[in-house]
Structures are given as C-alpha cells and as structure tokens.
C-alpha cells in the first residue's frame, strides 16, 4: 500500500509532474532529431541533474527515455532517416506508408502501439522487479560476474558485424573504468604514475565523449545528404486498425520486455527482431513487408518501448544496465548516492514505486504529445545539421564541465570524441564501451571476491561454477552465447535456414 | 559473423594503433602487482587488456585481409576529410579558448564560426543565431539549472 503512495508521488506534485511531462517532451523531439540520439541526450541531460533532487532527476530521465525511444520513429517516417537506432526497422514500413500519403496514419498507429508496449514493460517491471531483487540477494560474486560477462558479450555480438571489435570495445571500457585507484588495496591502476589520474576518469567525459562529439563529427561524412519533405495528414488512428493489431503489438511488447531485460541489450535489438518475428509470423500482411505493411510499424515501436520497462529490470535489481541508457542511468545514482542492487529494493522501495509511477506517467504524456503539434514537429525535424551540430558541442562541453566543474573533464571529453570517432569510422561499436565501463568495476570486484571466497586456488574457482545450480545455468547460458558464434554453429543454422 | 565487403582507408593503421596501445596498456596491467596472487590488483586489469590484445589482433589480421577491399578512397579524402578537420580543429580550439576567454565568448565565437562554417547561411543570421544560441543556453544552465560555466578574463 505505501508503495502505491510512492507510485502517484509525481502525479501530484505539480513540479515532478512537470519534470516528466517536460522530459517526455524534450525525449520526443530529440530522438526525432536525426543525429541526436537517446543515449546522447541521456548523456548530457543527466549531467545537469547531479544537483538536483534525486525525484527530480528521476522523473526527468524516465521521460527522456520513453520520448527518445518513441520519437526516433518520426523521423524513420518521415524523412527515412531513423531519427533513434531503437526505430531503423520502422524506417523499413513507415517511410513507404509515408510515401503514400498515409504518414499522418502511420505516426498515429505507431504511437498508440508505443503506448501499448510502453505499458507491457512497465507492468513487466512492477511485477518482475520485486521478486527478481528477492532472488538476487542470493546471487554470489561469481553471478555477478557471470551476468555482467552475458551482458558484455550479448551486446558485443549483436552490436557491431564484427564479434573481434565488439569485444575488443567492450574490454577497453573495461579498462577505462578501472583507472585510478584500487577500492580494495588503493593501488594505483592505469594511472601513469600520475597522481591526478588516481581520481579515475570521469564517466560522463566518456560517455559525452563517444555519444557527443564522436556522433558529431561522424555526421560530419554526411552533412550534406538532403532531406525529402513529407505532407502529414489526420493523426489519431482509425479504431479499428488499433484493435486489429492489437495482438499483435502484445506479442512484440512480450519480446521487446524480454529483450530488454537481459543485459547489454535494448529497444534497438528488440525492434529488429520484433520486426524479424513479425515477418515471419503475420500470414497476410495489410501490404508486403517492406512496402508499408502496417504490420512492419506495429511490432517494432511496441518492442521498442516495451524494451524500455524490460531495461530497468536488471538495472534496479542487479545494478546491472539493460542497455546504453540504462548504464548512463546508473552511473547518475551512484552520483545521487544511491546503489543499484538487490538492496536498492530493500533499503528504498519508494524509490523503485516512484521509478515506476514516472514511467506509468511519462507513457501518458508520450500518448498526449505524440497526437498533437505535428506542425512544429516538422519543422524543428528539418533544422539544419549546420546548426545543430555545433550547439551538440556546445551542450557537451556545459554537460561534461557541469559534474565537477572541471575543465581536464572536458579535455578527456574532446579525447574520447576524436577517438570514438575512429572507432565509429572504423566499425567499433562504441555502446559496449559504455557498459565496460560501468560494469568494469562491478566484475573487477566480483571476480576478486569470487576469487577470495575461493582462497586463490583456480581449480576451486572453477567448480564453484557448476555446483550451485544458478551458477551452474548462468555458465551454460555463457558459453551457449559463445558457441553461437563459432563459425560451425553458423553454417548449421545458415544450412538449415537455406533448407527451411 | 558477416564481413562487410568494404573497410574505411586506414583500418590496417588503426587496428595496429589499437593493437600497440592495448600493449602498452597490458603492460601498465601487469606491473600493478603482477602474478603476485590471483585476488590482487592487477588480475582483472591484466585480462581485460589481455582481451583487448588478443581482438585487437583479430581485429588487425582481418583488416590486412581486406586490404584490397578498401572502398578506393584516400584515407585524407574521406576518414580525415578537409572539412571534418577544420571542424575538429574548430572544437579543439573551442575548448583551448574555455579557460581564457571563458564560456560566454568562446561558445559564441565557435558557434558563429561553426555555423558560418557548416550552415553557409548569410552572416547576419549567423550572427543572430548564434548570440540567441549562447544567451538561451547561458540563462537555461546558469539560472534554471544553476550549473556552474566556465569563467573567463572579462566574464
């Protein structure tokens, strides 16, 4: 019952009320944006939140995190250019419907499917998070560090076409988050006998870094693609197409929740294979896949937003980010002092009501303005990359300088962006950097707890993994990830897909 | 996994970059403690850069492969283009300016210049833009957020 006190928490106060709604609106826009993504607004508005109230920069985040998902389609729709990675497979259907003169319809039903699977992962999260944080307070060091290896391999092989540069990504955050001193030993690490890098490196530099500049200078290749003008027509969505596809968006929230909530991956992997699933499933298509089925909207904008719920899973329960944004996000609750993990639910469980209530919240707002202003909408869409890509530069340097007022921050910020950059041209995903570098810590101490519990000796260490049983199915599940990407898996299932 | 047919001139240098770096770096791993026990500090320091040689050289091993597959371009043509240079060397200059000129001038100064730069729109409304730009985001941190910016000699 006080939980339910928690959950209207910012339904009644006027100013979490406006958080949200302002959050949810800034999200819309900015994923719709081409250039600026989610993760890179999550970046730096969090930034800015390190001085707030903890409720307040909750309510903010869990805004921007549902509109950005949502808006990243308006663009997909109606300039082909996916505004947000979460909404590539919608650029696949809804830029044809476009194309047709339906792009009025087609933003209409794509918002109400968000809504519907916005609302599947929210009450995923409500129902799931209790008992998985009851469950994972007897989760041993070795689990964690199990978990967090799934998540960094799952996002590694599904991010990039190359597993080598996925990894290889994934292990240098690993490092990066380990620079400084040693929790357990203070010993210098990665620190070059310098003794300013003995503080570490700011996790905000890095993540503005790779998601700010690195993007801006990337857009730098295609600064000069034009884009095509769409007319938009009526937007609230015939009630019958709503119920028709009913179903169908449940089963692609489902998979968007699922998705989610495993480690490391997010609303952008959940979309392709919702869309994937859907394909191959939906006998008669309202038109082929392809060439504006509405089908091929309805499944990746339900999973999408669905996988918004299903993310915070791990993360409030393990302290483990279910994607990119939800890495950003924990990294903002150790600033505010908190501690994602099983005890986050025990210690504070307003906090994890609260959570919840913003979302339920935020779902409602993205309803509201996702059917209305269309007209500004298009307009600031089609706001030249010549002035939005400096302001993104500017606003990275406020957001990294904001956290600790500290002008070497924005020096690492310029260095990882010219280094992302390289990593971006060169085919390196730069998300796995991010977890590695939220999660390096986490393994490091795992691992060395593991280790300890184990008395140093690597032969106990090992069996410990196949005595207990969730180790044991935690262990199985790794190495399935990895064997599935051996190139003998590979040619059985490309054999058996050729004859099927 | 699925080989792109086409690699960005220059992967085969960055690969080696990355692959003499993650040296160095494994190197730093292992003089934290070394192999003095399996619970030190050094452990995990020592894997997570093992790993990173050991893809980076993957890694460097395909790009060699798929050397003649580069798409054609020169690496100054296309990876380091004119343009992206002048713009990263606009940013680093921005940032230099920070601790001098302060927040306000130098946010304006690369603002008009980025935007005159890359929009190519008359100057006035360049100008217009960009003191909107820097005014709007000075008021929204400063007093909205009461984030502290950057100060300058004059400001």
């Known amino acids: ?500 | 996994m699925q080989q792109q047919p086409t690699q960005a001139p220059g992967a085969f240098a960055f690969a080696l970059v990355l692959v003499l770096a993650s040296l160095v770096l494994a190197h730093q791993a292992w003089s934290i403690s070394g192999f003095s026990s399996l619970s030190s500090a050094g452990v995990f320091p020592m894997l997570a850069t093992g790993t990173m040689v050991v893809t980076g050289l993957i890694v460097l091993l395909d790009a060699a492969r798929r050397r003649r597959a580069e798409n054609g371009a020169s690496f100054f043509a296309d990876v380091v283009a004119p343009r992206i240079l002048l713009f990263a060397a606009m940013i680093i200059g921005y940032m230099l300016l920070l601790q001098p000129l302060g927040f306000i001038l130098a946010s304006f100064l690369f603002l008009f210049a980025g935007m005159a730069f890359l929009w190519r729109g008359n100057l006035l409304r360049t100008l217009i833009v960009s003191i909107v730009a820097v005014a709007a985001i000075y008021v929204l941190f400063r007093y909205v957020f009461v984030v502290v910016l950057p100060r300058g000699v004059i400001f």
């Open chain 1, 1 to 500: 019952m006080e939980g339910l006190g928690y959950f209207f928490m910012a339904w009644l106060d006027p100013s979490l009320l406006a958080m949200t709604a302002i959050g949810t609106l800034a999200g819309i826009y900015i994923g719709a944006i081409p250039g600026l993504s989610v993760t890179m607004a999550a970046s730096i508005l969090i930034s800015f939140t390190f001085t707030w109230d903890v409720n307040d920069a909750l309510a903010l985040i869990a805004g921007v995190y549902l509109g950005g998902v949502y808006g990243g389609s308006r663009s997909a729709i109606l300039l082909n250019i996916p505004g947000a990675p979460s909404a590539v497979a919608t650029a696949l259907d809804g830029y044809p419907l476009a194309q047709r003169g339906e792009a009025g319809q087609a933003i209409g039903l794509t918002t109400v499917m968000s809504v519907i699977g916005g609302f599947v992962g929210i009450l995923a999260l409500a129902l799931a998070a209790p008992l998985i944080s009851q469950f994972a307070l007897l989760f041993a060091p070795r689990d964690y560090l199990l978990i967090a290896i799934i998540g960094i391999l799952l996002v590694g092989t599904l991010a990039s076409s190359s597993l080598a540069k996925g990894i290889f990504a994934a292990a240098f955050g690993v490092v990066i988050g380990l620079v400084g001193m040693d929790p357990m030993t203070a010993e210098g690490r990665f620190t070059f006998g310098q003794f300013q890098m003995m503080g570490g490196i700011s996790y905000v530099a890095a993540m503005i870094g790779f998601f700010g500049v690195a993007e801006v200078l990337f857009q730098m290749r295609t600064i000069h693609l034009p884009s095509v003008k769409q007319k938009v027509g009526r937007l609230i969505p015939e009630w019958r197409l709503v119920k028709k596809y009913i179903p169908l968006s449940l089963r692609s929230s489902t998979i968007g929740v699922v998705i989610g909530a495993l480690p490391g991956t997010g609303g952008d992997i959940a979309s392709l294979i919702a869309y994937d699933q859907a394909k191959r499933t939906v006998k008669n298509p309202s038109r082929p896949f392809g060439e504006g089925a509405y089908e091929g909207l309805v499944a990746p904008e339900s999973a999408n937003n669905a996988a918004v719920g299903g993310a915070y899973v791990p993360m409030l329960t393990l302290g483990i980010p279910g994607d990119a944004v939800t890495a950003i996000i924990i990294g903002a609750l150790y600033i505010h002092g908190l501690k994602p993990g099983p005890l986050l639910m025990v210690e504070t469980p307003h906090l994890f009501w609260f959570t919840v209530g913003c979302l339920f919240l935020a779902n409602i707002f993205l309803l509201i303005f996702g059917l209305t202003g269309v007209r500004i909408f298009s307009k600031l869409v089609e706001a030249p990359k010549g002035v939005i890509l400096p302001l993104i530069v500017v606003l990275s340097v406020v957001g990294t300088y904001a956290v600790q007022n500290s002008l070497t921050d924005v020096y690492w910020m310029l260095a990882f962006g010219i280094l992302g950059y390289f990593l971006k041209v060169y085919g390196f995903p730069v998300a796995p950097v991010i977890l590695g570098v939220i999660l390096g810590p986490l393994m490091d101490t795992s691992y060395r707890r593991a280790m300890i519990s184990a008395r140093d000796d690597l032969s106990r260490f090992f069996t410990e993994f196949f005595t207990s049983p969730l180790s044991l199915a935690l262990t199985l599940f790794l190495i399935f990830i990895i064997v599935s990407q051996t190139p003998l898996f590979k040619r059985r299932s490309k054999a058996a897909e050729a004859d099927g």
